[in-house]
Each structure stands twice: as C-alpha cells, then as structure tokens.
C-alpha cells in the first residue's frame, strides 16, 4: 500500500493558488483513476483505490500546510506503512521553473513550510517527494502573497500539463519504482518559464503557509 499525500491549504479561497499544486495533482489522480475522495479523518481527506495494480490511500491534509505533517504521521500509523518506500508527497517548488517537476528520495524542506512539518513530524528527511515548479518570486513581491496568488493565463497552461506530468510520475513510481521516474521525469523543461507578468499576488492570509 502507498500513502500519496498531495499538499495545500483547505477552503475555497486557496483554490488554484500557487501552494495548492499537490492538492491540484491529487484531484487529477482521483478523476483519472476513479478514486473518491470522501472520507474525512486523520486530519485530511482520503480516497482509498488502485493505481498501477498497487492499493492507494490519496490524502489532503486539511491542518493547513504548515501542520500537514500532523496529518501525514496520523494516516501512515494507521496503515503501518513506511515512510521511506510508501509514501510520496506531492508539493510546490519555488525554485523550479513553472511547469517542471522533480522528483527526489530525500532531501530538506527547503524552505518549504508543509515539508519542514512533514520532516518533523517523520523524523527524518528520507521520503519520496514529487516537486512542481510554480517559478521564483518576483523581486518586490511578498513570499506569502506570491505562493497564495493564482497563476497567469499563460502559466495556468503550463501548469495543467506539470500536473498530468506529476500524475505520470506517480504511476512509474508505483509500478518501476523511483529510479525510473527520476530517470523519465528529471529533465530540463522543454519550454521556458513564461515570466511573471500580470501576476495576481492578491494576499489571502499568511496563516496556510
């Protein structure tokens, strides 16, 4: 069994931010592989299913991302499952291009406030993580209101891709392992980040970051 755990913050008002992309890559896997999202415990939402022949619990921590490794720890005790080979974390990465993924074993949070959590939470750094490149920072714009903004039209397009690219990756991962979707996904992006004109850096709160 693996543990896919896609990060974000609950309530409409985060929808379709920047630090809801793993939230976002969840919803794609749910509709792609007909798993429900319905079941309201351990602090997220989960969906049980299969993917790839393997049994799947699909998870929205719902503690807002800077306590989502409350959620993570709980579902993983639950289903006695190890956090090194079953579980995959899904999130947003400020120091990628918009629309690139990478995936990695292990690694720091990176400043990533929801991965800081998790790390605690885990005790350790060594879990399998998905990243999605929402771009850098634009100079003179706050961090909290360029993570929780909305993208461009023209960023909106790349992203839609990066996420189907994220669910991709989660199905080589589940059925070749790591390895071959490090090897598959660990590219240069084939087109450019599109800038960061017209962004919507509207603030809705610091308190999900």
Known sequence: ????????????????????????VIDMLAKRHGIRLNEMKHKGLLGKGMIGGEKVILVKPLTYM????????????YYKADCT??????HDDISLETGMIRIRKKGSAGGHNGLKNIILHLGGETF????????????????????????????????EQ????????????LTE???????????KAHVQGCGNE????SSAGAGGV
Not at 85 to 90: A, G
Not at 135 to 159: C, I, S
Not at 198 to 201: A, E, K, Q, T
């Open 177 to 187: 392992g790591a390895d071959a979707a490090m090897n598959r996904f660990n590219r």
């Open 1 to 24: 069994m693996y543990i896919i755990a896609g990060l974000g913050n609950p309530t409409s008002e985060y929808e379709n931010t920047r630090h809801n992309v793993g939230f976002a």
């Open 85 to 90: 080979t079953e579980l995959i974390v899904i």
């Open 198 to 201: 017209g962004i919507d850096g």
């Open 128 to 159: 399998p993580r998905i990243k999605v490149g929402v771009g850098g920072k634009p100079d003179g714009y706050d961090l909290v209101n360029y993570v929780l903004g909305h993208f461009t039209r023209q960023e909106k397009a790349l992203m």
């Open 66 to 77: 800077n306590l989502s490794g409350e959620c993570v720890r709980a579902v993983l005790d």
């Open 162 to 173: 990066a996420e189907e690219e994220a669910c991709d990756a989660v199905e080589v991962m």
